[in-house]
């Protein structure tokens, strides 16, 4: 049995990763109405034993449309003209995206204006104070 490595220390088995083929458009003549070349990949990582809980939750908050609301990631791959090429191309954006759930997020250390960034801002403020002057009408004054 193989399975997808995604890290070092992380990979994916085989079994809990189910896939279906279907017709594929795209290049291919008429050959593309008769054979099945396209990959539906689907990966439920809920309910993956070899997924760590950090990248699960990491998954979870991922607004993508590829993850489905029982947690299956669906990916269709149709890209090239042969099955294989396709279940590649299926797993290496699978690895992708599970390396990008793996990685832990830099931590922001919040950090004070520069001088140089606040004097830049209120001359900027006072430019468009200006700008905004200038466009109204002028009014008569009594002396």
């Known amino acids: 049995m193989t399975a997808l490595k995604i890290t070092d220390t992380l990979s994916i088995p ?31 990582f809920r309910h993956s034993e070899s997924l760590p809980p950090h990248c699960r939750a990491r998954l979870e908050a991922l607004a993508d449309s590829r993850v489905g609301k029982d947690g299956t990631i669906t990916i269709k791959a149709q890209r090239y003209r042969t099955r294989e090429q396709n279940r590649d191309d299926a797993l290496n954006r699978l690895a992708h995206m599970l390396r ?28 468009r104070g200006q700008a905004k002057i200038l466009r109204k009408k002028p009014t008569l004054t009594e002396s």
């Open 14 to 44: 085989d079994k809990e990763m189910q896939f279906s083929y279907c017709c594929s458009g795209g290049p291919g003549g008429q050959n593309v109405n008769k054979v099945e070349t396209g990959v539906h990949l689907r990966f439920n």
């Open 100 to 127: 990008k759930a793996a990685a832990k997020p830099k931590v922001r250390h919040a950090t004070r204006p520069t001088a140089g960034s606040r004097k830049l801002r209120l001359e900027e403020k006072k430019k």
